[in-house]
């Protein structure tokens, strides 16, 4: 079966095999396997890493001001969950697993080189 994030990308864009390697390795690298209702990442954390869903569903949730939790999008896999959480100081909403859930976690700087190196990764993304 395709890399889950690979099928996703060439949605919009034709992906070197080159590129494809690479999209495997970086996301093979830094792998944990999580529970149901565990946190992948926390409403306040500091991001220091980009989420990649790789097998179960997951979803970004908010706490509400009265205590209760709202579902803001549901995961599967191949989805970034946090691509946009460098853009904040601390994380506004958190990431948690609805099934048992297998995510990779890219480091900020090898996201970045990815993004600057690899016009058609970018491209997709």
């Known amino acids: 079966m395709a890399h889950p994030l690979i099928r996703k990308l060439e949605q919009f864009t034709r992906l070197s095999a080159d590129d494809q390697r690479l999209l495997e390795r970086v996301s093979c690298e830094h792998v944990r396997r999580l529970g149901p ?7 306040g954390d500091e991001p220091g890493k980009i989420h990649l869903i790789l097998s179960g569903w997951a979803c ?15 995961l599967l896999p191949g989805d970034l969950c946090d691509l946009d959480s460098f853009l904040l100081g ?34 997709a993304l």
Do not use: C, N, W, Y
Request: no cysteine.
């Open 60 to 74: 970004r949730s908010k706490q509400l001001e009265d205590g209760r939790g709202a579902i803001l999008a549901f």
């Open 37 to 43: 209702r565990a946190d992948i990442v926390r409403e």
């Open 90 to 123: 601390a994380m506004d909403h958190s990431v948690g697993a609805l099934t048992a859930v297998s995510v990779a976690g890219i480091p900020q700087s090898l996201f970045e080189d990815l993004m600057l190196h690899h016009a058609r990764i970018a491209q």
